[in-house]
């Protein structure tokens, strides 16, 4: 059974600063692995999904790698703002039904 | 392009109630939608996967005649909660995966705060 592990659960940061967001996860054959904001109350929205086959994405300020062989994803947040707080989510496609498996999330605030 | 819209966005009712809440495609179909749930500061959990024509897949441990899905059209599938009770309190949301691009992305809707007292 997949498990998807994100750490840590809670940063803090002051504005400006770069910072990573970990994710792991224990059975390496996935289809991709996508990236989400979720911010109090609200739904979801993708930042980034990486296929299998791909190492990295990029969009804007956000680059995501993965090393599926390792079973190990990482967000990259450049130069941090306010509006950047919020939980995200790492998730994993895999298995015969192609299913999402959720880790419980990064709650970022990044301080004005 | 792909929105999915859920409805209603937030509901209160008494226990023993049954809710019902919707989930829409509206510029794309989907063959496939799924439901999850939220419970607070944890992750969202699969409870089951919507085919359009068939029977719904519950996972492990959710109660199919509690949680009853329906997925009649290929932009609706709806979550009945029969019966509700504050157990049933959470954020519900649903995702929906394009026809013809079957391995395509899930796009998901807002979700639902339901709260039973």
């Known amino acids: 059974k997949q498990e998807v592990t994100q750490i840590p659960a809670a940063l803090s940061v002051p504005e400006g600063e770069n910072l990573v967001l970990n994710c792991s996860f224990t059975d390496s054959a996935i289809y991709n692995l996508q990236w989400f904001r979720q911010d109090p109350g609200k739904g979801l929205t993708s930042l980034l999904l990486i296929q299998s086959s791909q190492r990295e994405q990029t969009s804007g300020r956000l680059n995501a790698s993965l090393d599926k062989s390792s079973g190990r994803s990482t967000l990259y947040i450049a130069a941090s703002q306010p509006g950047d707080s919020a939980t995200y989510l790492c998730a994993v496609e895999s298995g015969s039904a192609r299913q999402l498996t959720f880790g419980s999330g990064t709650q970022l605030t990044v301080l004005p | 392009g792909a929105v999915v819209s859920q409805h209603p966005s937030w509901v209160i009712c008494k226990s023993g109630t049954s809710v019902k809440i919707e989930c829409r495609s509206l510029?794309?179909?989907?063959?496939?939608m799924f439901w999850y749930r939220q419970f607070p500061k944890q992750s969202l959990m699969l409870m089951a996967t919507s085919n359009e024509g068939s029977k719904a897949t519950y996972e492990q441990g959710v109660e199919k005649d509690k949680f009853l899905i329906n997925h009649a059209s290929l932009t609706l599938s709806t979550l009945t909660v029969t019966s509700a009770h504050p157990e049933d309190s959470s954020f519900y949301i649903c995702s929906a995966r394009s026809w013809g691009t079957e391995y395509g992305p899930q796009h998901f809707g807002d979700g639902t705060r339901l709260s039973i007292l």
């Open positions: 510029d794309f179909q989907a063959t496939t």
